[in-house]
């Protein structure tokens, strides 16, 4: 089927969409649709294939205060075989975990090593197919982002500051060695993907879409060096409350023995090592009862670091504290807003070394992340010793800053920072 690219300004390109047989989805071999459940055979179901415009007309507003609006032209050209599905997909929407549930559409874009990507594309979503050699396979050489959309009560969409996302996975790019797409093609590939998806998008309140985007090094390499290819894609999955917990307080174990990131190495940039390295220490916490880690700096082994995949922060008073960026740590984007917001409403914070004993002493920890957005630390054991804070809930401070923030993510309040993207 010929078709076009959905970013703005670039080429026409040819999209393929097959069918969607069973036994060629690539998801799952065994799946028929006698054993999927509801949403399974939802998604075996024949679904809409596109046609795309390659020029969409997105109108920025830069008005203060109110969400920045894109608008999809409606003159483009469809095909005869593509349905506008407005229906929400088969889910049970008040019982999402933080889990993978499969989606209609993914968005890929290539480019070899040192040139610029170009002519990206919805594809149904599927297996990728990658040579053993590739560069993310045999060492690491990839990144990824996760961002989110929520459902407005209008039924338009919302996305929080994307453009962060993008500007974070360039810095990251340059660390790894890898070309990055320019903030406007990822922003716009984070729109074109969220539009495809809609219908997966839960209703207000009931959880968001989480977007996964990736940059890999998908060229065959065997000597150590950059690869020769890399490939950007995006795939996007409804979900829920990341912790089990869901916004009840959850319970850390500081980690002294074991290390997220060394100064000079990767930990500020948010690539897939990262992740793998701190599987042995969460898993042994989880096997204990706790919810997560809290790692330590690996040279004085005594200051505050961050959670397995959070940002940590310690309120006394009106005063909050967060270990500082600097290099080990993960500039976390919620991280980012919630220094904005707890500055906005009064508070004062402080961006330092935050040493693990001022846990005895803080009123409320609570930790940030786009998955968790603020998850309320109920306890943390540190050497045998564990230190209680909120019981059964939010602590006052965490409450109010997650308030602020979701009702802002999920424009149930003025957006004074210009900080979401409207989808129409």
């Not at 740590?329 to 904005?340: F, N, V």
């Amino acid at each position: 089927m010929e078709s076009t690219a959905l970013l703005a300004g670039l080429q026409p390109n040819s999209l393929i969409y097959p069918s969607r047989q069973p036994h060629t989805l690539g998801l799952f071999p065994s799946f028929t649709p006698s054993s999927a459940s509801s949403w399974e055979r939802k998604l075996l179901s024949p679904a809409p294939s596109l046609k795309v415009p390659y020029r969409q007309s997105l109108l920025l507003s830069s008005n203060a205060g109110r969400p920045r609006a894109s608008h999809l032209r409606r003159d483009a050209t469809l095909s005869e075989t593509y349905s506008d599905v407005t229906e929400l997909a088969d889910l049970d929407w008040d019982n999402l975990g933080f889990g993978f549930i499969p989606t209609d559409y993914m968005y890929t874009m290539k480019c070899d090593r040192g040139g610029k990507f170009a002519n990206g594309e919805l594809q149904r979503f599927g297996n990728i197919e990658l040579s053993p050699s590739a560069g993310v396979l045999n060492y690491g050489q990839g990144l990824f982002e996760g961002l989110k959309a929520y459902r407005k009560e209008d039924g338009n969409i919302l996305l929080f500051r994307p453009e962060e996302n993008a500007l974070r996975m360039r810095m990251g790019a340059e660390r790894m060695c890898m070309p990055a797409p320019t903030v406007e093609q990822f922003v716009e590939a984070v729109k074109a993907t969220v539009l495809a998806n809609k219908r997966w998008i839960p209703p207000t309140g009931k959880g968001s879409l989480y977007i996964r985007p990736l940059l890999m090094g998908t060229g065959a390499v065997l000597g150590l060096a950059p690869a020769p290819e890399y490939t950007f894609l995006i795939y996007v999955s409804p979900v829920g409350n990341y912790f089990k917990e869901g916004v009840a307080p959850i319970s850390l174990v500081v980690e002294h023995e074991l290390h997220r990131a060394t100064p000079g190495g990767t930990g500020g940039v948010k690539t897939i090592g990262n992740y793998a390295a701190v599987l042995k220490a969460q898993s042994v916490a989880k096997a204990q009862g706790y919810s997560d880690v809290l790692y330590l700096d690996c040279v004085h082994k005594k200051y505050l670091e961050e959670v397995s995949s959070c940002n940590v922060f310690v309120a006394k008073g009106n005063v909050i504290s967060t270990p500082a960026i600097k290099g080990t740590i993960l500039p976390g984007i919620t991280r980012k807003s919630i220094i904005d917001v707890a500055r906005g409403q009064g508070f004062q914070v402080e961006e330092r070394l935050v040493a693990v004993d001022e846990l005895l002493e803080a009123d409320e920890v609570f930790c940030t992340g786009t998955a968790v957005v603020i998850s309320p630390v109920g306890s943390i054991t540190y050497r045998g010793t564990r230190v209680p804070y909120v019981e059964g809930g939010f602590g006052p401070v965490a409450q109010q800053l997650y308030s602020t923030l979701t009702r802002l993510q999920m424009g149930l309040i003025e957006d004074k920072m210009s900080w979401t993207v409207e989808l129409r």
